[in-house]
């Protein structure tokens, strides 16, 4: 069994940044890809951010190049989401996920084990 538990969320004004964590528990997390996604209210989750398993291999939603960074410690069991330069259309829930695959990386249908988000929140 794998629980993620995020951390992190906030009010930020525009332009502000946020650091988001996802503690995870269980075994298999050093070999586990994860990702992070997002829902707004009223539209469906989509895509943020993939990391492999030892955090060599990154992918970004093409929105958010060069916004965020997505990082990993298999030490401390947990994936990071460094958001900077936030903009209103930033807000919603964020997500992380295990990936558990069968589809594209950017598919929600490819993670088995979801937290259950926090809130982002960016001010005009």
């Known amino acids: 069994q794998v629980q993620l538990v995020e951390s992190g969320g906030g009010l930020v004004q525009a332009g502000g940044s946020l650091r988001l964590s996802c503690a995870a528990s269980?075994?298999?997390?050093?070999?586990?890809?994860m990702g992070w996604f997002r829902q707004a209210p009223g539209k469906e989750r989509e895509f943020v951010s993939f990391?492999?398993?030892?955090?060599?291999?990154?992918i970004y939603a093409d929105s958010l190049k060069g916004r965020f960074t997505i990082s990993r410690d298999n030490v401390k069991n947990t994936v990071y989401l460094q958001m900077n330069s936030l903009k209103p259309e930033d807000t919603a829930v964020y997500y992380c996920?295990?990936?558990?695959?069968?589809?594209?990386?950017?598919?929600?249908?490819?993670?088995?084990?979801w937290g259950r988000g926090t809130q982002v929140t960016v001010s005009s």
């Open positions: 990391i492999g398993w030892n955090g060599d291999n990154t």
């Open positions: 269980g075994r298999t997390f050093s070999s586990s890809a």
């Open positions: 996920a295990r990936r558990g695959g069968g589809y594209r990386f950017d598919n929600v249908a490819g993670y088995d084990y």
